[in-house]
């Protein structure tokens, strides 16, 4: 739940960001100085930018979410106990141990959105946010598909 409030909180301030950049680009293009004109259309291209990336970040976050209920609905998500920090964080030597498994079934079954959403979940126990989101990215577009199951 408190992913969902930083993410709320994160796309409110975002928006605002856009709302006061989008004023202060409409002040520049209104200005009819040349120079402050093209500062406008730069201005006004930055929270084009900013509203895409945050589109498509939520929309990640939405498919993921999907994903993952329906692997728990299906007691597909993984069940190995693993240490965690008084934080609540996993200590990464325990998710380094399992991740090899889970790498190896996403190998075997590359048509498998569950295994490559599994692969993702390693992916983030072991502290690689970068390949866990591609391998999310991956079970979604597999999904999407409908391929293996």
């Not at 380094?96 to 190998?107: H, R, T, V």
């Amino acid at each position: 739940m408190s992913a969902r409030i930083g993410v709320a909180v994160m796309a409110a301030l975002l928006a605002l960001y856009i709302v006061l950049v989008a004023q202060r680009a409409w002040l520049l293009l209104t200005s009819g100085e040349p120079v402050l004109i093209a500062m406008g259309v730069g201005l006004v291209v930055l929270p084009i930018i900013a509203a895409w990336a945050l589109g498509r970040e939520l929309w990640f976050g939405v498919r993921a979410q999907r994903l993952a209920r329906r692997l728990e609905a299906e007691g597909g998500l993984p069940e190995e106990q693993v240490s965690v920090r008084p934080s609540g964080r996993v200590i990464r030597a325990d998710a380094d141990a399992l991740f090899p498994a889970y790498k190896a079934n996403a190998e075997a079954h590359p048509g498998d959105w569950r295994a490559w959403y599994r692969l993702g979940l390693a992916y983030d126990a072991a502290g690689d946010r970068r390949r866990a989101r591609a391998a999310v990215r991956q079970a979604i577009r597999l999904e999407g598909g409908k391929g293996s199951g």
